[in-house]
Protein backbone atom coordinates (compact mmCIF):
# COMPACT_ATOMS: atom_id res chain seq x y z
CA UNK A 1 0.00 0.00 0.00
CA UNK A 2 2.73 2.89 1.05
CA UNK A 3 4.49 2.36 -2.76
CA UNK A 4 1.08 3.27 -4.65
CA UNK A 5 -0.26 5.55 -2.16
CA UNK A 6 1.65 8.74 -1.32
CA UNK A 7 2.85 9.64 2.45
CA UNK A 8 0.94 12.46 3.80
CA UNK A 9 2.07 15.51 5.84
CA UNK A 10 -0.98 18.07 6.76
CA UNK A 11 0.65 21.30 7.59
CA UNK A 12 3.30 23.26 6.60
CA UNK A 13 4.90 25.14 9.78
CA UNK A 14 8.44 23.58 10.96
CA UNK A 15 7.75 20.62 12.42
CA UNK A 16 6.08 19.68 9.24
CA UNK A 17 8.63 20.87 6.87
CA UNK A 18 10.78 18.69 9.41
CA UNK A 19 8.55 15.63 9.18
CA UNK A 20 8.50 15.90 5.32
CA UNK A 21 12.42 16.64 4.96
CA UNK A 22 12.71 13.04 7.69
CA UNK A 23 10.21 10.92 5.19
CA UNK A 24 11.84 12.06 2.13
CA UNK A 25 15.50 11.28 3.20
CA UNK A 26 14.23 7.81 3.73
CA UNK A 27 12.56 7.36 0.17
CA UNK A 28 9.13 7.84 1.12
CA UNK A 29 7.31 9.91 -1.67
CA UNK A 30 5.35 12.78 0.12
CA UNK A 31 2.58 14.98 -0.43
CA UNK A 32 2.61 18.22 1.73
CA UNK A 33 -0.09 20.13 2.28
CA UNK A 34 -0.58 23.45 3.22
CA UNK A 35 -3.98 25.99 3.30
CA UNK A 36 -1.78 29.19 3.66
CA UNK A 37 -0.14 30.55 0.32
CA UNK A 38 3.36 29.33 1.93
CA UNK A 39 4.87 27.26 4.04
CA UNK A 40 6.54 28.32 7.61
CA UNK A 41 3.37 28.17 9.49
CA UNK A 42 4.46 30.73 12.91
CA UNK A 43 7.86 31.24 11.53
CA UNK A 44 7.35 33.08 8.45
CA UNK A 45 8.49 35.67 6.34
CA UNK A 46 5.90 38.29 5.07
CA UNK A 47 5.23 39.00 1.13
CA UNK A 48 4.08 41.85 1.88
CA UNK A 49 5.26 44.37 4.33
CA UNK A 50 4.53 48.88 4.90
CA UNK A 51 8.06 49.58 5.75
CA UNK A 52 9.61 48.09 2.74
CA UNK A 53 10.91 50.56 0.02
CA UNK A 54 9.14 50.08 -3.42
CA UNK A 55 11.56 51.41 -5.21
CA UNK A 56 13.19 47.73 -4.65
CA UNK A 57 12.91 44.25 -4.13
CA UNK A 58 15.84 43.54 -1.48
CA UNK A 59 15.70 40.58 0.92
CA UNK A 60 16.31 43.14 3.35
CA UNK A 61 12.98 44.92 3.11
CA UNK A 62 11.11 41.78 4.16
CA UNK A 63 9.98 41.04 7.52
CA UNK A 64 9.22 37.89 9.22
CA UNK A 65 6.17 37.91 11.42
CA UNK A 66 7.75 37.83 14.50
CA UNK A 67 11.63 38.57 15.39
CA UNK A 68 12.88 34.61 16.57
CA UNK A 69 15.75 33.61 18.14
CA UNK A 70 17.85 30.33 17.92
CA UNK A 71 20.51 28.98 20.89
CA UNK A 72 23.40 26.95 20.36
CA UNK A 73 21.50 23.72 21.94
CA UNK A 74 19.11 23.38 18.99
CA UNK A 75 20.93 20.38 17.47
CA UNK A 76 18.27 19.02 15.60
CA UNK A 77 17.40 22.12 14.04
CA UNK A 78 20.95 22.93 13.07
CA UNK A 79 21.32 19.21 12.06
CA UNK A 80 17.77 19.69 9.53
CA UNK A 81 19.58 23.08 7.90
CA UNK A 82 22.48 21.39 7.31
CA UNK A 83 20.40 18.07 5.41
CA UNK A 84 19.26 20.36 2.56
CA UNK A 85 22.43 22.35 2.60
CA UNK A 86 21.79 25.75 4.76
CA UNK A 87 25.17 27.25 6.08
CA UNK A 88 24.75 28.19 9.71
CA UNK A 89 27.02 31.23 9.47
CA UNK A 90 24.93 32.27 6.02
CA UNK A 91 22.20 32.93 7.97
CA UNK A 92 22.58 32.79 11.71
CA UNK A 93 25.01 35.39 13.84
CA UNK A 94 26.31 33.28 16.35
CA UNK A 95 27.19 35.32 19.78
CA UNK A 96 28.21 33.59 23.37
CA UNK A 97 25.55 34.06 26.11
CA UNK A 98 24.93 38.05 26.62
CA UNK A 99 21.94 39.47 28.22
CA UNK A 100 21.61 42.92 29.09
CA UNK A 101 18.48 44.27 30.85
CA UNK A 102 17.44 48.18 30.55
CA UNK A 103 14.75 49.96 32.98
CA UNK A 104 13.19 52.92 34.75
CA UNK A 105 16.34 54.73 36.07
CA UNK A 106 17.78 53.54 39.70
CA UNK A 107 19.91 56.05 42.12
CA UNK A 108 21.79 53.04 43.11
CA UNK A 109 22.96 52.24 39.35
CA UNK A 110 26.36 53.51 38.89
CA UNK A 111 26.19 56.45 36.63
CA UNK A 112 28.90 54.18 33.90
CA UNK A 113 25.66 51.75 33.46
CA UNK A 114 22.94 54.99 32.44
CA UNK A 115 22.58 55.26 28.84
CA UNK A 116 24.34 58.08 27.11
CA UNK A 117 21.68 60.71 26.56
CA UNK A 118 18.54 58.76 27.47
CA UNK A 119 16.53 58.45 30.56
CA UNK A 120 16.99 54.86 30.70
CA UNK A 121 19.14 52.43 33.01
CA UNK A 122 20.73 49.35 32.10
CA UNK A 123 20.16 47.19 35.11
CA UNK A 124 21.42 43.99 34.61
CA UNK A 125 24.63 42.57 31.72
CA UNK A 126 25.63 39.41 32.24
CA UNK A 127 27.73 37.49 30.09
CA UNK A 128 29.83 34.06 29.34
CA UNK A 129 33.27 33.71 29.01
CA UNK A 130 33.99 32.23 25.49
CA UNK A 131 36.91 30.00 26.57
CA UNK A 132 35.41 28.23 29.59
CA UNK A 133 33.25 24.64 29.36
CA UNK A 134 29.67 24.37 31.00
CA UNK A 135 28.58 24.96 33.60
CA UNK A 136 31.92 26.85 34.39
CA UNK A 137 30.88 29.82 31.71
CA UNK A 138 27.42 29.85 33.80
CA UNK A 139 28.97 30.37 37.17
CA UNK A 140 31.71 32.91 35.87
CA UNK A 141 29.25 34.87 34.52
CA UNK A 142 26.59 34.89 37.60
CA UNK A 143 29.36 36.07 39.61
CA UNK A 144 30.23 38.23 37.77
CA UNK A 145 27.13 39.88 36.60
CA UNK A 146 26.70 43.72 36.36
CA UNK A 147 23.59 44.95 38.61
CA UNK A 148 23.55 42.71 41.27
CA UNK A 149 25.56 42.61 44.65
CA UNK A 150 26.92 39.72 46.39
CA UNK A 151 23.93 38.22 48.09
CA UNK A 152 22.10 37.78 45.10
CA UNK A 153 25.46 36.61 42.54
CA UNK A 154 25.16 33.85 45.66
CA UNK A 155 21.54 33.29 45.18
CA UNK A 156 21.84 32.90 41.46
CA UNK A 157 24.28 30.31 41.87
CA UNK A 158 22.44 28.43 44.18
CA UNK A 159 19.56 27.90 41.03
CA UNK A 160 22.09 27.20 39.15
CA UNK A 161 23.62 24.44 40.84
CA UNK A 162 20.49 23.02 41.99
CA UNK A 163 19.80 22.31 38.49
CA UNK A 164 22.51 20.42 38.34
CA UNK A 165 21.56 18.21 41.19
CA UNK A 166 18.86 14.92 41.93
CA UNK A 167 16.19 15.07 38.83
CA UNK A 168 13.94 12.57 40.10
CA UNK A 169 10.43 13.45 39.08
CA UNK A 170 8.49 15.86 41.33
CA UNK A 171 5.08 17.37 40.71
CA UNK A 172 5.19 20.64 38.69
CA UNK A 173 5.02 23.75 40.16
CA UNK A 174 4.88 27.51 38.80
CA UNK A 175 7.75 29.34 38.29
CA UNK A 176 7.37 31.83 40.53
CA UNK A 177 6.85 29.04 43.58
CA UNK A 178 10.15 27.21 42.57
CA UNK A 179 11.99 30.58 42.54
CA UNK A 180 10.52 31.06 46.21
CA UNK A 181 11.59 27.73 47.23
CA UNK A 182 15.17 28.30 45.87
CA UNK A 183 15.23 31.65 48.60
CA UNK A 184 15.44 33.93 45.04
CA UNK A 185 15.92 37.61 45.80
CA UNK A 186 12.87 39.51 44.76
CA UNK A 187 15.39 41.78 42.77
CA UNK A 188 17.08 38.98 41.31
CA UNK A 189 13.94 37.40 39.84
CA UNK A 190 12.67 40.62 38.14
CA UNK A 191 15.87 41.17 36.02
CA UNK A 192 17.04 37.66 35.10
CA UNK A 193 14.95 34.99 36.06
CA UNK A 194 11.14 36.28 35.04
CA UNK A 195 12.39 38.06 31.64
CA UNK A 196 14.22 34.56 31.02
CA UNK A 197 11.24 32.49 32.34
CA UNK A 198 8.76 34.63 29.56
CA UNK A 199 11.21 34.82 26.67
CA UNK A 200 11.80 31.03 26.50
CA UNK A 201 8.06 29.84 27.52
CA UNK A 202 5.66 32.77 26.40
CA UNK A 203 3.99 32.57 29.72
CA UNK A 204 4.72 34.16 32.69
CA UNK A 205 6.65 32.69 35.81
CA UNK A 206 3.08 33.18 38.24
CA UNK A 207 1.64 30.51 36.01
CA UNK A 208 4.52 28.75 33.64
CA UNK A 209 5.94 25.40 34.06
CA UNK A 210 8.83 25.27 36.65
CA UNK A 211 9.32 21.39 35.00
CA UNK A 212 10.00 23.06 31.61
CA UNK A 213 11.82 26.17 32.04
CA UNK A 214 14.75 23.53 34.30
CA UNK A 215 14.47 21.51 30.83
CA UNK A 216 15.28 24.59 29.05
CA UNK A 217 18.01 25.80 31.45
CA UNK A 218 19.94 22.42 31.99
CA UNK A 219 19.91 22.24 28.30
CA UNK A 220 20.91 25.46 27.22
CA UNK A 221 23.33 26.31 30.08
CA UNK A 222 24.60 22.92 31.54
CA UNK A 223 26.06 20.39 28.92
CA UNK A 224 28.13 22.47 26.17
CA UNK A 225 29.23 25.78 26.31
CA UNK A 226 27.96 26.62 23.10
CA UNK A 227 24.54 25.52 23.97
CA UNK A 228 23.93 28.94 25.42
CA UNK A 229 25.26 30.92 22.11
CA UNK A 230 22.55 33.17 20.78
CA UNK A 231 21.85 32.58 16.94
CA UNK A 232 19.96 35.72 15.79
CA UNK A 233 18.67 35.66 11.96
CA UNK A 234 20.73 37.61 9.77
CA UNK A 235 18.12 36.47 6.75
CA UNK A 236 14.43 36.55 6.54
CA UNK A 237 13.00 33.24 8.56
CA UNK A 238 11.62 31.81 4.75
CA UNK A 239 15.64 31.59 3.99
CA UNK A 240 16.52 29.85 7.41
CA UNK A 241 14.10 26.95 6.38
CA UNK A 242 10.55 27.34 4.30
CA UNK A 243 12.53 28.40 0.92
CA UNK A 244 15.24 25.68 0.97
CA UNK A 245 13.30 22.93 2.26
CA UNK A 246 10.74 23.61 -0.26
CA UNK A 247 13.36 23.22 -3.15
CA UNK A 248 15.08 20.46 -1.27
CA UNK A 249 12.04 18.33 -0.96
CA UNK A 250 10.66 19.01 -4.72
CA UNK A 251 14.72 18.22 -6.03
CA UNK A 252 14.00 15.01 -4.14
CA UNK A 253 10.87 13.66 -5.37
CA UNK A 254 8.38 15.24 -3.05
CA UNK A 255 5.41 17.56 -3.29
CA UNK A 256 4.22 20.89 -1.86
CA UNK A 257 0.39 21.90 -2.06
CA UNK A 258 -0.25 25.30 -1.16
CA UNK A 259 -3.49 26.62 -0.58
CA UNK A 260 -4.65 23.68 0.04
CA UNK A 261 -7.16 22.65 2.87
CA UNK A 262 -7.27 19.06 4.73
CA UNK A 263 -11.02 19.44 5.85
CA UNK A 264 -11.57 15.80 7.61
CA UNK A 265 -9.71 12.17 8.31
CA UNK A 266 -11.13 9.36 7.35
CA UNK A 267 -10.63 6.05 8.97
CA UNK A 268 -11.24 2.05 7.90
CA UNK A 269 -14.50 0.62 8.72
CA UNK A 270 -13.07 -0.65 12.12
CA UNK A 271 -11.82 2.73 12.85
CA UNK A 272 -8.41 1.08 13.76
CA UNK A 273 -6.54 2.56 10.63
CA UNK A 274 -6.24 5.78 8.59
CA UNK A 275 -7.14 5.61 5.14
CA UNK A 276 -7.92 8.91 3.28
CA UNK A 277 -8.03 12.34 3.83
CA UNK A 278 -10.00 15.22 2.44
CA UNK A 279 -8.74 18.15 1.11
CA UNK A 280 -10.93 20.72 -0.31
CA UNK A 281 -14.14 18.25 0.01
CA UNK A 282 -12.40 15.44 -2.29
CA UNK A 283 -11.44 12.03 -0.74
CA UNK A 284 -7.67 11.45 -0.96
CA UNK A 285 -6.30 8.09 -0.10
CA UNK A 286 -2.52 8.22 1.29
CA UNK A 287 -0.61 5.13 3.13
CA UNK A 288 0.17 7.17 6.38
CA UNK A 289 -0.28 11.14 7.56
CA UNK A 290 1.60 13.16 9.51
CA UNK A 291 -0.76 16.02 11.33
CA UNK A 292 1.24 19.10 11.97
CA UNK A 293 -1.33 21.90 11.79
CA UNK A 294 -1.91 24.11 15.42
CA UNK A 295 -3.55 22.61 18.16
CA UNK A 296 -6.84 24.33 17.70
CA UNK A 297 -6.75 22.71 14.29
CA UNK A 298 -5.67 19.28 15.18
CA UNK A 299 -8.09 19.09 17.91
CA UNK A 300 -11.02 19.84 15.36
CA UNK A 301 -10.04 17.38 12.67
CA UNK A 302 -9.73 14.54 15.56
CA UNK A 303 -12.74 15.29 17.44
CA UNK A 304 -15.39 13.20 14.62
CA UNK A 305 -13.52 9.79 15.49
CA UNK A 306 -14.12 8.45 18.84
CA UNK A 307 -10.19 6.84 19.00
CA UNK A 308 -8.96 10.25 18.99
CA UNK A 309 -11.43 12.20 21.03
CA UNK A 310 -9.59 11.45 24.29
CA UNK A 311 -6.93 13.30 22.38
CA UNK A 312 -8.60 16.08 20.74
CA UNK A 313 -10.19 16.77 24.41
CA UNK A 314 -6.77 17.29 25.88
CA UNK A 315 -5.39 19.46 23.27
CA UNK A 316 -7.98 22.07 23.02
CA UNK A 317 -7.21 22.57 26.72
CA UNK A 318 -3.46 23.46 25.93
CA UNK A 319 -4.88 27.42 25.38
CA UNK A 320 -2.69 29.76 24.06
CA UNK A 321 -0.30 33.05 24.60
CA UNK A 322 0.05 35.47 21.69
CA UNK A 323 3.26 37.52 20.45
CA UNK A 324 3.45 40.91 19.24
CA UNK A 325 6.44 42.26 17.27
CA UNK A 326 6.44 46.21 15.89
CA UNK A 327 8.76 46.26 13.48
CA UNK A 328 10.23 49.90 12.91
CA UNK A 329 11.93 51.82 9.89
CA UNK A 330 14.49 53.86 11.84
CA UNK A 331 16.83 56.79 10.98
CA UNK A 332 20.73 56.54 11.52
CA UNK A 333 20.46 58.11 14.86
CA UNK A 334 18.92 54.83 16.32
CA UNK A 335 21.49 52.31 16.96
CA UNK A 336 22.01 50.12 19.99
CA UNK A 337 25.45 49.13 21.39
CA UNK A 338 24.81 45.09 20.35
CA UNK A 339 21.93 43.14 18.37
CA UNK A 340 19.39 42.79 21.39
CA UNK A 341 18.45 44.46 25.07
CA UNK A 342 15.66 43.97 27.01
CA UNK A 343 13.75 46.18 29.76
CA UNK A 344 12.62 45.20 33.33
CA UNK A 345 9.42 47.76 32.95
CA UNK A 346 7.01 49.21 29.95
CA UNK A 347 5.66 47.53 27.30
CA UNK A 348 8.53 46.47 24.90
CA UNK A 349 10.22 43.26 26.58
CA UNK A 350 13.00 42.93 24.17
CA UNK A 351 14.35 45.14 21.48
CA UNK A 352 16.73 43.97 18.36
CA UNK A 353 18.66 45.90 16.49
CA UNK A 354 19.16 44.26 12.76
CA UNK A 355 22.02 46.82 11.51
CA UNK A 356 24.19 44.48 13.74
CA UNK A 357 22.58 41.76 11.70
CA UNK A 358 23.15 43.31 8.02
CA UNK A 359 20.12 44.66 7.68
CA UNK A 360 20.79 48.48 8.87
CA UNK A 361 17.75 50.69 9.98
CA UNK A 362 15.36 47.67 11.20
CA UNK A 363 14.15 47.59 14.71
CA UNK A 364 12.35 44.68 15.89
CA UNK A 365 9.87 45.05 19.41
CA UNK A 366 8.95 41.88 20.73
CA UNK A 367 5.82 41.97 23.55
CA UNK A 368 5.18 38.21 24.81
CA UNK A 369 2.53 36.47 26.01
CA UNK A 370 -1.00 38.30 27.28
CA UNK A 371 -0.86 41.39 28.92
CA UNK A 372 -2.41 45.38 29.50
CA UNK A 373 -1.13 45.62 25.82
CA UNK A 374 -3.82 43.45 24.90
CA UNK A 375 -6.25 45.92 25.53
CA UNK A 376 -4.85 48.06 22.66
CA UNK A 377 -5.61 47.97 18.72
CA UNK A 378 -2.68 47.21 15.86
CA UNK A 379 -2.27 51.06 15.54
CA UNK A 380 -2.36 52.32 19.10
CA UNK A 381 0.42 49.42 20.49
CA UNK A 382 2.46 50.19 17.50
CA UNK A 383 1.98 53.75 18.27
CA UNK A 384 3.10 53.23 22.05
CA UNK A 385 6.17 51.20 21.61
CA UNK A 386 7.38 53.69 19.64
CA UNK A 387 6.92 56.27 21.70
CA UNK A 388 8.12 54.17 24.48
CA UNK A 389 11.22 53.61 22.71
CA UNK A 390 11.94 56.96 21.88
CA UNK A 391 11.56 58.16 25.60
CA UNK A 392 13.55 55.78 26.32
CA UNK A 393 16.93 56.80 24.22
CA UNK A 394 15.42 60.27 23.45
CA UNK A 395 15.14 59.29 19.35
CA UNK A 396 13.54 61.08 16.54
CA UNK A 397 10.86 59.40 15.54
CA UNK A 398 10.61 56.46 13.43
CA UNK A 399 10.02 56.44 9.84
CA UNK A 400 7.23 53.85 9.25
CA UNK A 401 6.30 51.20 11.76
CA UNK A 402 4.32 47.82 11.27
CA UNK A 403 2.77 45.65 13.98
CA UNK A 404 2.39 42.08 13.85
CA UNK A 405 0.45 40.26 15.93
CA UNK A 406 0.15 36.19 16.37
CA UNK A 407 -2.47 35.67 18.78
CA UNK A 408 -1.52 31.71 18.78
CA UNK A 409 1.78 32.00 19.03
CA UNK A 410 2.61 29.35 21.55
CA UNK A 411 0.34 27.15 23.77
CA UNK A 412 0.10 28.34 27.27
CA UNK A 413 3.20 26.49 28.81
CA UNK A 414 1.42 26.74 32.66
CA UNK A 415 2.00 24.07 35.61
CA UNK A 416 0.70 20.46 34.25
CA UNK A 417 0.50 21.59 30.73
CA UNK A 418 2.97 18.80 29.60
CA UNK A 419 -0.01 16.69 30.78
CA UNK A 420 -2.27 17.41 27.74
CA UNK A 421 0.57 17.31 25.30
CA UNK A 422 -0.16 13.95 23.27
CA UNK A 423 2.48 11.87 22.03
CA UNK A 424 3.47 11.25 18.05
CA UNK A 425 1.68 7.95 18.69
CA UNK A 426 -2.11 7.60 18.02
CA UNK A 427 -4.70 4.86 18.58
CA UNK A 428 -5.19 4.81 14.92
CA UNK A 429 -2.47 3.09 12.47
CA UNK A 430 -0.80 4.92 10.06
CA UNK A 431 -1.46 8.24 11.70
CA UNK A 432 0.33 10.30 13.77
CA UNK A 433 0.80 13.85 15.46
CA UNK A 434 4.05 16.43 15.14
CA UNK A 435 4.38 20.12 16.24
CA UNK A 436 6.05 22.39 19.15
CA UNK A 437 2.63 21.29 21.13
CA UNK A 438 3.63 18.16 21.53
CA UNK A 439 4.72 16.10 24.35
CA UNK A 440 8.67 16.76 23.39
CA UNK A 441 9.59 18.17 26.82
CA UNK A 442 10.35 21.75 25.26
CA UNK A 443 8.04 24.91 25.22
CA UNK A 444 6.78 26.11 22.03
CA UNK A 445 10.20 27.00 20.45
CA UNK A 446 11.60 25.94 16.61
CA UNK A 447 13.39 23.68 18.34
CA UNK A 448 10.37 21.68 19.62
CA UNK A 449 8.83 21.81 16.23
CA UNK A 450 11.83 20.08 14.81
CA UNK A 451 12.28 17.62 17.05
CA UNK A 452 8.76 16.69 16.74
CA UNK A 453 8.88 16.20 13.65
CA UNK A 454 11.60 14.23 12.72
CA UNK A 455 10.52 12.14 16.43
CA UNK A 456 7.05 11.62 14.73
CA UNK A 457 8.38 10.80 11.10
CA UNK A 458 10.69 7.88 12.50
CA UNK A 459 7.70 6.53 14.64
CA UNK A 460 5.83 6.53 11.47
CA UNK A 461 8.19 4.78 9.76
CA UNK A 462 8.70 2.67 11.84
CA UNK A 463 5.28 1.44 12.59
CA UNK A 464 4.82 0.76 8.42
CA UNK A 465 7.69 -0.63 7.83
CA UNK A 466 7.77 -3.18 10.94
CA UNK A 467 3.77 -3.44 12.43
Known sequence: MSALRPWAVIGGG????????????????VVLFESAATVGGRARS??????????????SDRIDNGQHLLLGAYRQTLQLLNTIGVVESDVLQRLPLQLTLYGTPDTAVP??????????????????????????????ALLRCEGLNAAQRHAALRLALALTGDRQHVPDQSVDAWLTALRQPTHLNERLWRPLCLAALNTP???A?????????????????????????????????????TTWLTRHGSELRCRQRVNALHLDPTGQRLEAISVAGAR????????ATPPHISARLLQPH?????????????????????????????????????????????????????????????????????????????????????????????????TIRERRATFDCRVDSSALRPPSATPVAALALAGDWCATGYPATLEGAVR????????????????
Open 306 to 402: PPLRPISHAVAQLGSQPITTVWLRVPDRWQLSEPMIGFSDGLVQWLFDHRHLGRPGLFAAVISAHGEHDRLNSHALGQAVANEIQQRFQWPPPLALQ
Open 284 to 291: YPVAAAIL
Open 111 to 140: PDMRAPGSITTRLLRLRAPRWLPAPLHLLT
Open 205 to 207: AAS
Open 209 to 245: SATTFQRVLRDSFLRRRHDSDLLIPTRPLAQLLPEPA
Open 452 to 467: SGVQCANYLLQQIENP
Open 46 to 59: LSRSTLADPTTTRA
Open 14 to 29: WAGLAAAITLTAAGRP
